[in-house]
């Protein structure tokens, strides 16, 4: 994700939390960004590309040297983080299962990069499988048991994922910092999470380590976000493209600002556009078409969202957009059973709380309160602090008549607007 942020690819819209006051201050300035939309040329795909032709034609000519698999593997893997085209993903397994077979799974780096591309392809039980290979194996275990934690905390195998975290202590260590930001942060307690965030960077900035720093000032981005430090989140952004001007993740982050925090959807689709000329992936449509929903134009967020589908059925996605289609069907009582079929695969591919809050979700968007109930009190209470799961909590309740245990949730809510986006306030407020 980058380690973590896999998710994203894989993770699609920004979450932060806000006041509920629809009228403030300015944050951005397009001056600070623009000159970061239309960037001619990427150095660091042009260079990836040119690694690809160098390392492919060195192997052509000694196909026994199956070291250049990982070379290509890796420079496959970077136009799929710039680009976002699967293709690069699914090449980049490609040529990591063949290195792999070569070496009869024996080389535990080679085991740990196919875990880390099953992750991102949302592959996660496969991912734990070759983990436990990799520990099996014994070599450079540390960087082992920070794959475990990353594995684990996907699964919702929390027990497993803090003993993992526990086994690689070291509070002067950059890979551990961000994970004991990660974990603090699925605990609910976000504040321990930013401290420990801040110390991951300033390690990175000691040693000037770009990637690093790409890394912590964009999470730092989310986290600052989702405390409602909606300023500090935005100038991290875009300390983030000072560094890398092509890091379309940050892009991203500040298109949220300016279409949840400042309202301004002209704006918003200008730069969703930029950042999809480059780096095309189905989530923009979905963010314009909630944009075009909140303007009250129709036709504009039916054509988004159905070019989401389209795009969706051209690619290869496999899982990794299984939670956006989910919660698209479920919305509309029509296609809600697609929404549970869906959930289904997702509890049994990855049984967290979110995916239980879509098989509960799904439920009571077929009609069936007592059963969406049943669920959401045995797998996602207490289990997730995500706003829309709390939404999705709260209208469960309401369904139920359980009035008493929605007050709380809609006094939480309203704190947290800037996450859910300007499409659910008129919602939260009818709770």
Same mark, same amino acid.
């Given at each position: 994700?980058?380690?973590?942020?896999?998710?994203?690819?894989?993770?699609?819209?920004?979450?932060?939390?806000?006041?509920?006051?629809?009228?403030?201050?300015?944050?951005?300035?397009?001056?600070?960004?623009?000159?970061?939309?239309? @960037?001619?040329?990427?150095?660091?795909?042009?260079?990836?590309?040119?690694?690809?032709?160098?390392?492919?034609?060195?192997?052509?000519?000694?196909?026994?040297? @199956?070291?250049?698999?990982?070379?290509?593997?890796?420079?496959?893997?970077?136009?799929?983080?710039?680009?976002?085209?699967?293709?690069?993903?699914? #090449?980049?397994?490609?040529?990591?299962?063949?290195?792999?077979?070569?070496?009869?799974?024996?080389?535990?780096?080679?085991?740990?990069?196919?875990?880390?591309?099953?992750?991102?392809?949302?592959?996660?039980?496969?991912?734990?499988?070759?983990?436990?290979?990799?520990?099996?194996?014994?070599?450079?275990?540390?960087?082992?048991?920070?794959?475990?934690?990353?594995?684990?905390?996907?699964?919702?195998?929390?027990?497993?994922?803090? #003993?993992?975290?526990?086994?690689?202590?070291?509070?002067?260590?950059?890979?551990?910092?961000?994970?004991?930001?990660?974990?603090?942060? &699925?605990?609910?307690?976000?504040?321990?999470? @930013?401290?420990?965030?801040?110390?991951?960077?300033?390690?990175?900035?000691?040693?000037?380590?770009?990637?690093?720093?790409?890394?912590?000032?964009?999470?730092?981005?989310?986290?600052?976000?989702?405390?409602?430090?909606?300023?500090?989140?935005?100038?991290?952004?875009?300390?983030?493209?000072?560094?890398?001007?092509?890091?379309?993740?940050?892009?991203?982050?500040?298109?949220?600002?300016?279409?949840?925090?400042?309202?301004?959807?002209?704006?918003?689709?200008?730069?969703?556009?930029?950042?999809?000329?480059? &780096?095309?992936?189905?989530?923009?449509?979905?963010?314009?078409?909630?944009?075009?929903?909140?303007?009250?134009?129709?036709?504009?967020?039916?054509?988004?969202?159905?070019?989401?589908?389209?795009?969706?059925?051209?690619?290869?996605?496999?899982?990794?957009?299984?939670?956006?289609?989910?919660?698209?069907?479920?919305?509309?009582?029509?296609?809600?059973?697609?929404?549970?079929?869906?959930?289904?695969?997702?509890?049994? &591919?990855?049984?967290?709380?979110?995916?239980?809050?879509?098989?509960?979700?799904?439920?009571?968007?077929?009609?069936?309160?007592?059963?969406?109930?049943?669920?959401?009190?045995?797998?996602?209470?207490?289990? %997730?602090?995500?706003?829309?799961?709390?939404?999705?909590?709260?209208?469960?309740?309401?369904?139920?008549?359980?009035?008493?245990?929605?007050?709380? @949730?809609?006094?939480?809510?309203? %704190?947290?607007?800037?996450?859910?986006?300007?499409?659910?306030?008129?919602?939260?407020?009818?709770?």
């Amino acid at each position: 994700m980058k380690t973590l942020k896999i998710i994203p690819f894989l993770v699609f819209t920004i979450l932060f939390i806000f006041g509920c006051e629809t009228k403030s201050k300015q944050i951005t300035n397009k001056e600070d960004y623009t000159k970061y939309l239309n @960037i001619k040329g990427n150095k660091s795909l042009t260079f990836a590309r040119n690694e690809i032709d160098f390392w492919q034609k060195k192997f052509d000519a000694a196909p026994n040297q @199956i070291s250049y698999l990982s070379q290509l593997a890796s420079n496959y893997s970077t136009i799929f983080e710039y680009t976002g085209d699967v293709k690069n993903l699914y #090449k980049t397994e490609e040529l990591l299962t063949k290195s792999n077979e070569a070496y009869d799974y024996s080389r535990v780096s080679t085991v740990r990069s196919l875990a880390r591309n099953y992750i991102s392809q949302h592959r996660f039980k496969e991912a734990l499988a070759l983990a436990n290979k990799a520990l099996a194996i014994g070599e450079g275990r540390k960087e082992t048991i920070k794959l475990l934690f990353d594995v684990q905390m996907e699964l919702g195998n929390y027990p497993e994922a803090v #003993k993992n975290l526990n086994a690689i202590r070291d509070m002067n260590d950059f890979d551990y910092l961000i994970r004991l930001a990660k974990w603090n942060d &699925h605990k609910g307690d976000l504040k321990t999470a @930013i401290t420990f965030m801040e110390k991951a960077r300033d390690i990175a900035e000691k040693y000037d380590n770009k990637a690093l720093k790409v890394w912590s000032y964009s999470n730092l981005g989310d986290f600052y976000g989702h405390a409602g430090r909606i300023q500090d989140s935005y100038d991290s952004f875009l300390k983030t493209l000072v560094i890398d001007p092509n890091y379309s993740y940050a892009l991203k982050g500040i298109a949220w600002i300016v279409f949840s925090k400042e309202r301004n959807t002209t704006e918003a689709t200008r730069i969703i556009d930029a950042i999809a000329a480059t &780096h095309n992936t189905p989530d923009f449509y979905l963010l314009k078409s909630q944009i075009a929903q909140f303007e009250g134009n129709k036709s504009e967020e039916i054509k988004n969202r159905n070019a989401y589908f389209s795009m969706m059925e051209n690619n290869n996605y496999g899982a990794m957009y299984n939670k956006y289609s989910a919660l698209i069907y479920a919305d509309d009582k029509q296609t809600a059973q697609k929404a549970l079929e869906i959930a289904k695969i997702e509890v049994d &591919h990855r049984p967290t709380a979110d995916s239980y809050d879509l098989l509960a979700w799904s439920y009571l968007n077929l009609g069936e309160n007592k059963k969406a109930l049943e669920i959401a009190q045995r797998y996602v209470v207490g289990q %997730s602090f995500e706003p829309k799961v709390q939404y999705h909590l709260a209208m469960i309740y309401k369904s139920n008549k359980e009035m008493d245990k929605v007050q709380p @949730i809609k006094e939480e809510l309203l %704190s947290s607007l800037y996450e859910l986006g300007p499409n659910l306030e008129k919602k939260v407020n009818q709770l």
